[in-house]
């Protein structure tokens, strides 16, 4: 038996005799995932002990460092980890903007005393970030943005309005974009990392289309923010702001494995059944486009985790996983029908569907709109004129 | 696995894209061919060549003189000869051929493996019968007589049919047309009694033939696998032939997409070059995805069926109508970004055009396999 088979036996193991069975049930929305947090509060007893079983045994961050609350697994293992997560339809026992987002970027930029102190309340779940970047005026040219840090010494002082900011009413910290030079566009932002219940942070949750209200407003007023509290050189947030957007957009394309690259055909058919050819010929078009970009995205993270990888291939990524997704929850409404329509019945979960396809149509405008992704592709990978 | 080349496959790919760069150029080759009025469909020479460098024995075991390796590998070939439109049997010999005779009968197989080795030996698959691919019907019947079998039909898109040394024939032993048993499987000498070749030329200036079979007799030697049950022998060889077809498909795709962003940078219009436009720039990158994305589903494909996986069979019609989507966007976008010259004979970017449209039809289209991905999943 090769090494790692005798891992695989191993995590097998651990799963059966770990993971609760009611963590082995779908998620059906984002209320039933664990983010962790000082404000979470968890929906049931499993998901506690799944999270606190996986935090001691590393497994919340499976490949990141052990002096970071990781379990220091190398690639291939990590691969083997993901593969019976999914074997046995476990959940990830806690999802956080700072294990996709932050983390990579502290491990890059951080220094060693911030690394031990941010990364393990993140890999253990006490602290839930959000992320402050664009502003109302400041959207795709998120480089533009104008919230300002003045310089007092120890400490800088911060004013200015974020906006989108995913969970904010729900988050502990933030990590920031401020600029701190207003002479230099690009080398005068700094990467800020605040918590949220310091003095003069407030939030608005903004109601969406779907009725709902994942992203908020967020203001600050002279908002008080130590100098140690910056990640990478000052003036230089720029670098680690382009870094973290990979590891975003890498997130939102559904790399991971997430449930947007599974097949829908099947599953249509289970309820309800499909009399109409001419949907069957588009569920089946659409399947083979999910099961290709599953493909993909094995294949991009196989590449990333060894240096192989194009650095603008997240971009392409998530420019072709979210239009996926879109095109995905179109079909999933179509294939509904009228019963997809209901927007508060308890059968259909309170319009689940429904908020569900209008949730999507943000994926490719969050994290950089496609049209941006296009033209950093252009720019970047195809090395195109004057993109 | 790790979804990507091992070190020995990526220098397998090395010394492959470099040898095909060079002997089977679109100059040298398709062109040379096609305007000699060629009527074997592939230079004897090169084919030998392939055979110098241990390409043809590629998905022949080791205990029959090859090299045993897998799909991953012939898909590196595959690949190559794509990107340069190389007409080549390789698709047809060494990796349909070779796949169907893994199962023969020693003797069988060393009439016919040995030359493939060689260089020397081609092969062709004669199983479609109408003029879209529909292997699930097939109503050529091949009737005992004697210690042998009679066959009667005819099959079509015969590709490399009129070079080819034996056909590997899908002929029906026993029940009717639309029947999944009753299949059995012959590597048919081509000058055999009664056969009768209609060869013609395709848009890709490819040769492909009509052959009738009109009462011809054959020997129970030239049964390949089980009489009555060929039709799981089949099904591995129109994966090897499918999954090798999409592999081809991405070169194809490729081939087209690079020199399609090299006019970008070179033509100039409206006093800059044309790749600074966005209207083009965002083509170009939509197209990269595609590509990116079918090559992943092809290599995901290739490990399946390397590996045996249950998975295999729909990955590999994943492959082939993703393949073939992406490859004819980039044929598409490359004759419309070339403009009036993409129209003419003397760019090569048509070339790809054709190509790509003869290869997305072999072992079934973009909709077949769409049909087939539905129909395996159930629904």
Not at chain 1, 113 to 131: D, M, P, S
Not at chain 1, 308 to 321: D, E, F, L, S, V
Request: with cysteine; net charge negative.
């Amino acid at each position: 038996m090769s090494e790692l088979d005798a891992f695989r036996e191993e995590i097998r193991a651990w799963l059966d005799a770990n993971c609760p069975a009611e963590m082995r049930l779908p998620v059906q929305d984002e209320d039933d995932m664990c983010w962790g947090g000082r404000k979470f509060v968890f929906k049931n007893a499993a998901q506690k002990t799944w999270l606190e079983r996986c935090v001691a045994k590393g497994y919340t961050v499976p490949d990141w460092p052990v002096a970071y609350g990781g379990a220091g697994m190398t690639a291939p293992q990590a691969k083997v980890w993901r593969e019976e997560l999914a074997r046995i339809g476990a959940r990830l026992p806690l999802s956080s903007f700072g294990i996709w987002m932050l983390g990579p970027a502290l491990l890059k930029f951080g220094t060693e005393e911030q690394k031990v102190h941010y990364l393990g309340q993140i890999a253990r779940g006490e602290i839930r970030w959000c992320q402050g970047y664009s502003e109302p005026g400041s959207g795709s040219d998120l480089v533009s943005l104008q919230t300002f840090g003045e310089d007092r010494g120890d400490h800088w002082v911060v004013n200015g309005q974020k906006i989108w900011t995913s969970y904010a009413d729900k988050a502990d910290w933030i990590f920031c974009l401020v600029r701190t030079d207003k002479a230099n566009k690009y080398q005068g932002i700094s990467f800020l990392l605040f918590d949220m219940t310091t003095p003069g942070v407030t939030t608005k949750p903004i109601k969406l289309i779907s009725g709902n209200s994942p992203f908020c407003e967020t203001f600050f007023d002279n908002v008080v923010v130590p100098k140690h509290q910056i990640v990478g050189e000052l003036n230089r947030g720029w670098d680690v702001a382009k870094y973290l957007l990979g590891h975003e957009r890498e997130m939102i394309s559904g790399a991971g494995g997430a449930e947007r690259l599974n097949a829908i055909g099947a599953v249509v058919n289970r309820h309800g059944g499909i009399d109409n050819p001419v949907l069957r010929a588009e569920l089946a078009q659409f399947d083979i486009d999910a099961l290709a970009f599953a493909a993909m995205g094995e294949k991009f993270l196989d590449e990333a985790k060894v240096g192989r990888a194009h650095p603008a291939q997240p971009n392409m990524m998530k420019y072709a996983g979210t239009e996926l997704n879109k095109r995905r929850h179109e079909l999933l409404m179509a294939a509904g029908g009228s019963t997809a329509l209901e927007w508060d019945s308890a059968e259909t979960r309170g319009g689940a569907a429904a908020r569900s396809w209008l949730r999507t149509k943000a994926n490719s405008i969050e994290g950089g709109t496609s049209e941006v992704m296009l033209n950093v592709v252009a720019k970047r990978i195809l090395d195109l004129p004057g993109a | 696995m790790p979804l990507f080349h091992t070190d020995d496959q990526a220098m397998l790919a090395e010394t492959v894209t470099g040898f095909i760069a060079e002997q089977g150029a679109i100059k040298p080759q398709l062109r040379r061919l096609r305007d000699a009025g060629d009527a074997t469909g592939h230079d004897p020479a090169l084919w030998a060549q392939f055979a110098e460098l241990g390409l043809t024995g590629i998905l022949i075991a080791e205990a029959d003189g090859g090299l045993g390796l897998g799909h991953v590998e012939a898909g590196i070939v595959l690949r190559e000869i794509g990107r340069n439109l190389t007409p080549s049997p390789f698709l047809s010999s060494a990796v349909i051929g070779a796949t169907a005779l893994a199962e023969a009968s020693s003797d069988l197989k060393g009439r016919y493996l040995p030359g493939i080795i060689a260089g020397q030996c081609v092969l062709a698959l004669a199983l479609d019968e109408g003029a879209k691919h529909r292997p699930e019907r097939i109503a050529m019947t091949a009737e005992r007589s004697g210690n042998g079998f009679r066959l009667n039909g005819a099959k079509q898109f015969v590709v490399h049919g009129t070079s080819a040394d034996a056909l590997i024939v899908a002929a029906r032993t026993a029940g009717s047309a639309d029947d999944r048993d009753g299949i059995t499987l012959f590597a048919v000498p081509r000058d055999a009694a009664g056969i009768g070749h209609n060869a013609v030329r395709l848009v890709d200036s490819s040769i492909a033939s009509h052959v009738r079979f009109d009462g011809v007799e054959v020997d129970g030697g030239t049964v390949i696998g089980d009489i009555d049950g060929g039709r799981a022998l089949l099904d591995k060889v129109l994966a090897a032939g499918r999954v090798g077809a999409a592999a081809e498909l991405t070169g194809v795709g490729s081939g087209a997409f690079a020199m399609t962003t090299a006019y970008l940078k070179t033509r100039k219009q409206f006093g800059r070059l044309i790749g600074e436009f966005q209207a083009l720039q965002h083509r170009a990158a939509h197209l990269y995805g595609e590509l990116e994305i079918a090559d992943a589903a092809v290599i995901k494909a290739q490990q399946l069926l390397d590996g045996g996986s249950a998975q295999a069979e729909v990955m590999v019609s994943v492959a082939k109508a993703k393949a073939s989507r992406a490859a004819n966007l980039a044929v598409r976008e490359g004759v419309q970004m070339h403009g009036g010259v993409g129209m003419t004979d003397e760019y090569d970017i048509g070339l790809y055009m054709k190509r790509d449209r003869a290869l997305a039809e072999f072992l079934g289209d973009a909709t077949y396999h769409a049909d087939r991905v539905a129909t395996l999943s159930g629904y």
